[in-house]
């Protein structure tokens, strides 16, 4: 196969944290403000990136303020380390970061209060990670997100975060719902496979690139429903390589939706190791795919995403399709 050359930027990756002081106390602190349910959301400008990640004006003690991914693979929020040494933020401790290719040791810095749009979160421990690979000065992780609803609206570019639950977006005849159960923070799509193979499917909006490990891949190649595959190599957020192959998924169902022509990079990155599903068929829907909808609405609380189907009026080659009723249960 030849080497395909992407970008070292089209894949960010996720950063879990995986040592340091217990995960479930950094996600609900317990001096932490509330949002008031009943509050409007918080709308902000989704910045102009150059891989088209959504990222989000954050002020860090009430200065900034500076854009950050949004990135709902990482359990984690990171700060790049020239903001951290502008800021002259307080080291903590070191922990150990799992990024896409493995893991490695990182120092934690103490964040004063991040405020993005109307909301404020306290007592965030940060892993430092070079701005370089991060591609802004941060990464907003779940531990800022795990009690809302973030919805991306892509046509109008603009993202609300709000409180879980506040409202209904499955009013709109358009938007389909599709459940989703928790494992570590993440949301795992319920009722969903890849050419017709059931596949646990996360939603990355941290990362590009759509990223399936090499169960998906060996599965359907068993099944003889592999696409045409060639090398490629991509960088993660500690800065080291990963090496996998592309190719170009046919179908990915979720629920009633399903998306056509799916460029995937199958790879044994360490994050569905992590998750204890590097022998079962995973998936890690990046923001490019995304991006087909009109809005993504992703409820933490709630364990739900609704997925806004385009407008009529776009054109065809956006490679969508929705079903009117689901397909029967997926091949074994």
Known sequence: MR???VSARALVGIALAIGG??????????????????????VVRTASDADQRVTIPISIGGKGPW?????????????ARDLAQQLALPPRATVTILSMTGRSEAQTVALPRLGFGGNMVDDIEAPVLEGEHLGASGL?????????????????????????????????????????RRKRGQLILLDSDVNGMQVAIMLDTGTHFSIGNLALRDRLIAKKRAPNMLDASLISVTGGTLTGQVGRIKS?????????????????????????????PALLLGISALRIFDRVAIDFGRGKVDFLLPDASVPEKARFAANDQGKGPPAP
């Open 3 to 5: 080497r395909l050359p």
């Open 21 to 42: 002081p217990p995960l479930a106390a950094r996600m609900a602190p317990a001096h932490a403000p509330a949002l008031d349910p009943d509050a409007p959301p918080a």
């Open 67 to 79: 854009n950050f991914i949004i990135d709902t693979g990482s359990q984690r929020t990171v700060i």
């Open 140 to 180: 907003l992780g779940l531990d800022s997100l795990h009690a809302k609803r973030v919805t991306l609206n892509f046509r109008t570019g603009r993202m609300e975060i709000a409180s879980s639950g506040r409202r209904n977006l499955s009013v709109d005849p358009d938007t389909i719902v599709v459940q989703a």
């Open 252 to 280: 990915v169902r979720m629920g009633r939706v399903n998306l056509i022509d799916v460029p995937i990079l199958f790879a044994d990155a360490s994050p569905f190791r992590e998750l204890g599903m590097e022998d079962k």
